[in-house]
């Protein structure tokens, strides 16, 4: 793992936890992937980490109860990839 991939999981574990809902998986990740897309918005040069393989493997591995907000992360991560080629 080299330095990029730690510094975005510990940047995902800090937006993870300032939206945790505690008992309530659904909004969780709903906060999760509001704030996320909320710092991608103003930090683009984000989406050209480990971010979206990150994800996409959140998706692939967590409880569909904690995926609602997770996919518009994925589609908003590639809008952005996209749209800078």
Known sequence: ???DE???YRFIEIVFK?????YYPRDTSTAFGILLKQVLSQW????KTHLEPMMLRFVTELP??????????????RAI????Q
């Open 1 to 3: 793992m080299n330095l």
């Open 64 to 77: 569909i109860q904690q995926l609602h907000g997770l996919w518009e992360v994925i589609l908003y991560l």
């Open 6 to 8: 730690i510094l975005i």
């Open 44 to 47: 683009q040069s984000l989406a």
């Open 81 to 84: 990839r996209e749209k800078e």
């Open 18 to 22: 300032l939206s945790v809902k505690l």
